[in-house]
C-alpha cells in the first residue's frame, strides 16, 4: 500500500523556524515528538483485534456495542499524521474496506443511504492511503465512492425523502462537518472532473453556513436561522475551502473567529457543542491554524484590495498546550481534567502535535490562504445643504465584495467626541447627527472592520451655515439737530438664539452707537447728527447659530 507523506520541504522548514515547544512551565514537560510517539502508541494499543474501534450505547435493555467505522478513520488518519505505523494503517484501511455498506448505505439497504458524510470520510480513507475512491472495497465489492457522493447533491429542500435543508447540500449529510469532509474528498481526488469551483452548489452552501463571526455552523441552517459558530466545523470548513480558489475571504473570516475563539492558555472550547476546554477542538482547530499558516507560505497571490492574515501565534500556542497537557496512559482526555484517556480526543489531538494536516495527509495544493478585503466607504447626507438648526443624516456605504460587511459598526466623531454610531445591513447604516455647530466641520467616519475585511477610517467636510438674521429697525424718519434719535432694532433668525449679539450704528466709519440684544431686540440712542441727509448702517453681529446682518436706513436732520 501506498502511503502519502506529510508536510513538504517548504513547511518543514517552516515548522523548524518556530518554537513549537510545551511551556517550561509545565509541571511535567515532554518534547513534541515523545507526545507524538506515546500518542500513536495509544491508539494503536485500543484497537479492537488491530483494525477498528467500538462505541457503546446504553438503552433500556443494557450496554450495546457496536463497530465504530467513522472514529477507525480518524484513528488511521492520526496514525498516518504520527508517522510509520505502516502496518497497522494497512489493517485499519483493510478492514474499512470491508464496512462501506455497514457504514455508508451506498446501495440504501436500510432505506436512508447513502450517508455523504460516510462516503467522504471513506474517500478520504481511500485518498490518504494511496486507494482509489472511485474503487474502494473489497475485491468483489468496490464502490465508487465519490461517483455516489457527486450524484447525491440535493437540488433543493427534502428532495425524494432524502434530508436535505437546501440545495447543494450532499444527500443525508445532517452537519457542517459532512459537507466540508465532502468538499475535501471530491478536492483530494487524482481525477480532474472531481474537483470544485467556489461557485459548485456544495461549496457556495458550506459558504451558506459561515456566520457573521466567521465561524461555521454545525447545523445545516437555511436562511433566516440563527447561525451559532462552531469551532470543530470550522476547523474542517479551513482544510476544505483552502483547496478551492476565490474563497480568501471566507478563509479570512474564519481566521479571525479561530483567534478570537482562543483562549489564553491556547486550548479551545466549543461553545456550539456545549463544551469546555479540550484536546478535541484543540487539535481540529490547530489543523485549521496550520493549514492558514502553511497555505500563506504556499505563495497563492492575492487579489487586488486584498491583505493577508498569517495566525501563526495562535497556531503555536495550541500546538504548545497540547503537549503540555496532562494525559492518562499516553492519550488526552475528553476534556481538560479528565480522569481518563479518550480514544477520539486522541484522534483530534495528534495530528496537531505531529503537526500534519489533512493537506498534508491527502497532499492537495493550496488554491486560497486567508485574506482581508480592504472595503471602500461612501457617504452621503441629508440635508445636502447644513445649517446649525439641521437634523443631519449621515448614510454611510461600506462595500468590499465577497467580503462580511453586515453587522459590521460605523462611527462618527467630530474631534474625539462620538456624534453617533450605527451597524450595518444590506451594506448601509444611516446615523442622525446632533445638530453641529456653525463653520468648517471636519467629520471623522470610521468602519471598525468584520471577520474578514480591514478597519477603514474617512474624512468628511461639512460646511454648516448660520440661520439667515433680518433686521427691522423702528425710527424717526426727520430730526432735529438738537434731537438725539433713538432706534428700536429687532432680529429675527428661524430656530436659531437671537438674545445675544450686538447692534452697532455707523455713519461712513464713524460709529454712533451700539446696544446689546436682548430677546431679539435692542435699543440705541445715537448723537446729535448735523444738518442734511445721513445714510446710516445698522448692523448686526451675529451670534453662534445666528447669521450677522447690515440694514442701511436714512434718516434726514434739519
Not at 503537526?355 to 482581508?372: E, I, Q
Request: glycine share 10%; net charge positive.
Amino acid at each position: 500500500m501506498k502511503i502519502r507523506t506529510t508536510a513538504g520541504v517548504a513547511v518543514a522548514a517552516l515548522i523548524g523556524s518556530l518554537c513549537l515547544t510545551a511551556p517550561a512551565t509545565a509541571a511535567t514537560t515532554h518534547s513534541r515528538t515523545t507526545v507524538t510517539s506515546q500518542g500513536a502508541a495509544f491508539l494503536g494499543s485500543n484497537l479492537v483485534g488491530g483494525t477498528h474501534y467500538t462505541g457503546s450505547y446504553v438503552d433500556q435493555s443494557g450496554t450495546h456495542t457496536y463497530d465504530d467505522q467513522g472514529l477507525t478513520a480518524d484513528g488511521l488518519f492520526a496514525l498516518l499524521a504520527a508517522g510509520g505505523n505502516t502496518t497497522t494503517v494497512t489493517n485499519i484501511t483493510d478492514w474499512l474496506k470491508t464496512q462501506v455498506d455497514a457504514y455508508a448505505d451506498i446501495d440504501n439497504a436500510d432505506h436512508y443511504g447513502p450517508y455523504s458524510g460516510s462516503l467522504a470520510k471513506l474517500a478520504l480513507v481511500a485518498e490518504a492511503t494511496g486507494g482509489n475512491p472511485h474503487s474502494f472495497g473489497t475485491d468483489n465489492t468496490n464502490k465508487d465512492l465519490l461517483g455516489v457522493l457527486k450524484s447525491d447533491v440535493c437540488t433543493s429542500a427534502q428532495v425524494d425523502g432524502y434530508t436535505c435543508s437546501a440545495a447543494g447540500d450532499f444527500y443525508q449529510a445532517y452537519s457542517g462537518i459532512s459537507q466540508a469532509l465532502g468538499v475535501l474528498a471530491l478536492q483530494a481526488s487524482s481525477v480532474a472532473s472531481d474537483h470544485l469551483t467556489a461557485t459548485s452548489p456544495v461549496v457556495a452552501r458550506l459558504h451558506q453556513l459561515q456566520c457573521a463571526d466567521g465561524g461555521f455552523s454545525s447545523d445545516l441552517i437555511t436562511a433566516g436561522q440563527a447561525c451559532k459558530s462552531d469551532v470543530d466545523t470550522t476547523a474542517y470548513a479551513v482544510q476544505a475551502l483552502a483547496t478551492i480558489k476565490g474563497t480568501d475571504l471566507w478563509l479570512g473570516a474564519a481566521a479571525t473567529y479561530l483567534e478570537h475563539a482562543q483562549h489564553a492558555n491556547g486550548l479551545f472550547a466549543n461553545p456550539g457543542a456545549g463544551s469546555g476546554e479540550n484536546p478535541n477542538s484543540t487539535g481540529l482547530a490547530a489543523q485549521a491554524l496550520q493549514t492558514l499558516v502553511e497555505s500563506a507560505y504556499a505563495g497563492t497571490p492575492a487579489a487586488s484590495g486584498r491583505i493577508s492574515t498569517v495566525p501563526t501565534a495562535a497556531w503555536q500556542r495550541a500546538v504548545n498546550a497540547l503537549v503540555a497537557m496532562k494525559r492518562i496512559g499516553d492519550g488526552w482526555p475528553a476534556s481538560v481534567g479528565g480522569a481518563s484517556a479518550d480514544i477520539r480526543a486522541t484522534t483530534q489531538a495528534l495530528p496537531a502535535v505531529a503537526l500534519s494536516t489533512m493537506h498534508d495527509l491527502l497532499g492537495v495544493p493550496f488554491a486560497a490562504t486567508a485574506r482581508y478585503a480592504v472595503p471602500s466607504l461612501a457617504v452621503s447626507r441629508t440635508p445636502v445643504k447644513v445649517r446649525v438648526t439641521s437634523k443631519l443624516h449621515l448614510t454611510v456605504t461600506v462595500t468590499a465584495p465577497g467580503a462580511i460587511v453586515n453587522g459590521a459598526k460605523v462611527t462618527v466623531k467630530l474631534g474625539t467626541k462620538t456624534l453617533a454610531t450605527g451597524t450595518l445591513a444590506s451594506g448601509k447604516a444611516t446615523l442622525a447627527l446632533p445638530k453641529l455647530p456653525a463653520g468648517k466641520r471636519t467629520l471623522t467616519v470610521s468602519y471598525g472592520g468584520s471577520a474578514n475585511t480591514s478597519t477603514v477610517t474617512k474624512s468628511y467636510t461639512v460646511n454648516v451655515a448660520k440661520i439667515a438674521s433680518t433686521l427691522s429697525v423702528k425710527y424717526p424718519k426727520v430730526v432735529k439737530t438738537t434731537t438725539k434719535a433713538k432706534f428700536t432694532v429687532k432680529v429675527k433668525a428661524k430656530g436659531a438664539t437671537v438674545n445675544k449679539g450686538k447692534i452697532t450704528v455707523k455713519l461712513g466709519t464713524k460709529t454712533l452707537a451700539h446696544g446689546k440684544v436682548t430677546a431679539g431686540k435692542a435699543v440705541v440712542k445715537l448723537s446729535r447728527l448735523k444738518k442734511g441727509k445721513h445714510h446710516l448702517k445698522i448692523k448686526y453681529s451675529g451670534t453662534s447659530t445666528a447669521a450677522a446682518k447690515t440694514k442701511t436706513i436714512t434718516i434726514k436732520v434739519k
